[in-house]
T-cell receptor, first 115, second 109 residues
Framework: NAGVTQTPKFQVLKTGQSMTLQCAQD?????MSWYRQDPGMGLRLIHY???????DQGEVPNGYNVSRSTTEDFPLRLLSAAPSQTSVYFC??????????????FGQGTRLTVV | KNEVEQSPQNLTAQEGEFITINCSYS?????LHWLQQHPGGGIVSLFM???GKKKHGRLIATINIQEKHSSLHITASHPRDSAVYIC???????????FGTGTRLQVFP
């Protein structure tokens, strides 16, 4: 049981480049989400999904795109990287509905630098 | 004002000391989570609370729903407890996690 697998762990991009952060979970969780963590701020929600084929915007969605073609995978795409997207990114998953008040699982994080 | 406030922001302690980290929130919640993040590391769930008190080893978490307040206690602190501790609440209305900014704890031998 691997939990939440997030890759890569580190990435450096040039301004304007695109990339995809991968996130996969093997716990059959309905809810998956992406956060960014910046100094002095709590984790902020970028996008989330409540099931395959369903995604929605969070607090800071601009410049990011997501899709949820399967229950297991929830990739985050940076369309045209900007220095303001330099941050640490976390993917998380959890149950929903009657089981929503159970443990949330987080990936190991991706430290992204845009130069 | 943030919906989830943690105090203190930074905390240093000597090994063996009793540690308390506080979390106050202003929204209706269905649950509160305490998370731990080691330097350069991922985020690990310590506790999920909807009422009362939970204990795991040297860690104790309490919540007072009426006062909208939770505390995380560490007894007999150890240098390996050095980490950022994050409080997060699940909002009843939006059913999403709202995070505090974290408390950075350093325990010295």
């Amino acid at each position: 049981n691997a939990g939440v697998t997030q890759t890569p762990k580190f990435q450096v991009l040039k301004t304007g480049q695109s990339m995809t952060l991968q996130c996969a979970q093997d716990m059959n969780h309905e809810y998956m989400s992406w956060y960014r963590q910046d100094p002095g701020m709590g984790l902020r929600l970028i996008h989330y999904s409540v099931g395959a084929g369903i995604t929605d915007q969070g607090e800071v969605p601009n410049g990011y795109n997501v899709s949820r073609s399967t229950t297991e995978d929830f990739p985050l795409r940076l369309l045209s990287a900007a220095p303001s997207q330099t941050s640490v990114y976390f993917c998380a998953s959890s149950y929903m509905g009657r089981r929503r008040n159970t443990e949330a699982f987080f990936g190991q994080g991706t430290r992204l630098t845009v130069v | 004002k943030n919906e989830v406030e943690q105090s203190p922001q930074n905390l240093t302690a000597q090994e063996g000391e009793f540690i308390t980290i506080n979390c106050s929130y202003s929204v209706g919640i269905s649950a509160l989570h305490w998370l731990q993040q080691h330097p350069g590391g991922g985020i690990v769930s310590l506790f999920m609370l909807s009422s009362g008190k939970k204990k795991h080893g040297r860690l104790i978490a309490t919540i007072n729903i009426q006062e909208k307040h939770s505390s995380l206690h560490i007894t007999a602190s150890h240098p390996r407890d050095s980490a950022v501790y994050i409080c997060a609440v699940r909002s009843i209305i939006f059913d999403k996690l709202i995070f505090g900014t974290g408390t950075r704890l350093q325990v010295f031998p």
